[in-house]
């Protein structure tokens, strides 16, 4: 009679490697997928993100892909988190970069639609997408990207709210990037008014457990960066 070897691992052991081979694909899905809602969002032509009116604005005056400027910009704002003492976590430096390469990926494939409605149905789409994507990627726990931190570094180091910090730096944003010739409108309404509900609708749904005990709660726990929506 034959038996089969002890694994090398310990149930915990297999437990978190199993975790982490469902976290690492949860994440850059949820990167890729929030890239090409951002693209979405762009070919409706009604309006962008804060900081996607930035990008879009930047786009006019430098010639550079709307993707390559957002890695730029995303890398600038990484910078940011040193005085602040912040540590980027695998999410955010892949964040920096799957996220434009994602954005240029859909904007080749993607046409800004004749009809109105098609614009509005894209735009819908796009945040949406959007919403589910942060969700997507906020749950693998693999830190926040280069944006959010900066607004949970600034809200630490202040002491001021996390919704006045994030506030204040998107007014700030959507300001210059409009003065660039970014695009206001309906989108940045609808995206202001629904990210952060749509973002702690999906949470729930897609955020991965890392606490084994029996009596964790099974759904993510509420953090300030997911009650803010995500930042990119």
């Not at 879009?56 to 957002?70: A, D, M, Q």
């Amino acid at each position: 009679m034959t038996t089969s070897a002890p694994s090398a691992l310990g149930p915990l052991q297999q437990l978190r490697a199993g975790r982490l081979a469902r976290r690492l694909p949860q994440l850059y899905l949820g990167l890729a997928l929030y890239g090409f809602s951002m693209a979405m969002m762009l070919r409706s032509d009604l309006g962008l993100a804060p900081w996607d009116v930035l990008h879009e604005g930047l786009e006019r005056w430098v010639p550079l892909s709307y993707g390559t400027i957002t890695i730029v910009v995303g890398a600038l704002v990484l910078l940011m988190w040193v005085p602040l003492r912040q540590r980027p976590g695998l999410g955010t430096i892949s964040n920096v970069f799957a996220v434009g390469i994602a954005a240029d990926l859909g904007l080749a494939v993607l046409r800004t639609p004749g009809p109105l409605v098609l614009q509005v149905l894209l735009l819908v789409g796009g945040v949406v997408a959007n919403g589910l994507a942060g969700a997507v990627y906020i749950g693998s726990h693999f830190g926040p990207g280069p944006r959010d931190g900066l607004m949970t570094g600034l809200a630490r180091r202040t002491g001021a709210s996390l919704r006045l910090v994030r506030t204040g730096i998107e007014v700030v944003v959507l300001a210059v990037g409009f003065a660039l010739g970014g695009t206001v409108g309906l989108g940045t309404v609808l995206y202001a008014v629904g990210i952060g509900p749509l973002v702690q609708l999906f949470l729930p749904h897609v955020a991965v457990r890392l606490d084994p005990r029996p009596e964790a709660t099974t759904t993510a726990p509420a953090s300030p960066v997911a009650a803010a929506g995500p930042g990119a």
